[in-house]
């Protein structure tokens, strides 16, 4: 049973974006045009270029912003502040799925490539906020990305996780190889399933299958 697959797990550690809301909501739609801007006026580039350099910063480094750091020294915190400046319009409360959150037993935390501020604000409107212990982004690994193992292992180890104990809920496959070599249990939420070792759940409802386990 699935239920028997997390007996062990008091710790729990979800992903913001089109994890704790639905890829519908096409928030990342709105931080990518802004990305390309800020990569097309830091590096005077055109949009074609931008958004090439852009996919190839996150393909090769794992965010954007991991690119332009190690390959134009741009300043992190401008760029973090300018593309998360979206609108959040088309997110709703969901109070099935606050209410099995709160039901899980134990420690609960959000890790995020993105920022803490920015999760705080997407929490709140999903009415989501007071239901984690601790949030967590980019900038708690010192501005490594997912999924660089040195990344999940500088935020467990601010927040106390001990892997072993704990389980990775993440839309991004490539993102939970390191928590599951690390000994976690790992929860691919996306609409696709993907075939691979180190992805132990897939789901394409996360309140559902929270409710399973509560």
Do not use: C
Not at 4 to 22: E, G, K, M
Not at 125 to 131: H, Q
């Amino acid at each position: 049973m699935v239920k028997d697959a997390f007996s062990h797990v008091t710790q729990w550690v979800f992903d913001l974006d089109n994890t704790l809301y639905p890829p519908r909501a096409r928030l990342f739609d709105q931080i990518e045009v802004r990305m390309t801007k800020f990569v097309m006026d830091a590096l005077r580039v055109d949009r074609p270029e931008a958004d090439r350099l852009r996919r190839h910063y996150w393909q090769l480094y794992g965010t954007t912003l991991a690119g332009l750091m190690r390959e134009h020294q741009v300043d992190p915190g401008p760029y973090l502040t300018d593309v998360h400046d979206i609108s959040l319009d088309h997110l709703e409360q969901d109070a099935d799925l606050a209410r099995h959150i709160a039901d899980l037993p134990g420690r609960r935390i959000v890790y995020t490539n993105g920022t803490a501020p920015y999760a705080e604000r997407v929490l709140e409107v999903r009415g989501l906020s007071g239901l984690f212990d601790a949030v967590y982004g980019v900038e708690h690994a010192g501005f490594r990305p997912k999924p660089e193992r040195a990344a999940f292992e500088e935020v467990f180890a601010k927040d106390g996780i001990t892997p072993e104990k704990a389980a990775m809920f993440e839309d991004e496959p490539r993102n939970l190889a390191a928590p599951h070599a690390m000994g976690m249990r790992t929860v691919h939420v996306a609409e696709t399933p993907v075939a691979a070792d180190h992805i132990h759940h897939h789901t394409d409802d996360l309140t559902s299958f929270l409710k399973i386990l509560t």
